[in-house]
């Protein structure tokens, strides 16, 4: 079974950088592509970004192009999000997922991490 943990969340100022982190295990991580979803307090789920098996593809959500960037590690079976000039409106939780069809829909899905932006 696919098992997804994201780390790396926290608080930050408007203006400011974080990279988060997701550890993948239990299947051959290359043979999947990933991506990055998030779900702010009662607002709808939102696509973030996708990453295909070989990391030479991405894709970004139009709230994040600019400012957001996806990768991955293929030896460390991890894929990263770097987020900069980070807004109030990037406050969510923060999912990892893996596999599947479509900008949001995965086959797996982590735990989530919390992301706060002050403002």
């Known amino acids: 079974q696919v098992q997804l943990v994201e780390s790396g969340g926290g608080l930050v100022q408007v203006g400011g950088s974080l990279r988060l982190s997701c550890a993948f295990s239990?299947?051959?991580?290359?043979?999947?592509?990933m991506g990055w979803v998030r779900q702010a307090p009662e607002k709808e789920r939102e696509f973030v970004a996708t990453i295909d098996w070989s990391g030479w593809r991405t894709y970004n959500g139009d709230a994040v192009k600019g400012r957001f960037t996806i990768s991955r590690d293929n030896a460390k079976n991890t894929v990263y999000l770097q987020m900069n000039n980070l807004k109030p409106e990037d406050t969510a939780v923060y999912y990892c997922?893996?596999?599947?069809?479509?900008?949001?829909?995965?086959?797996?899905w982590g735990q989530g991490t919390q992301v706060t932006v002050s403002s």
């Open positions: 239990g299947r051959t991580f290359n043979n999947y592509r």
């Open positions: 997922a893996a596999g599947g069809s479509g900008r949001d829909k995965y086959d797996y």
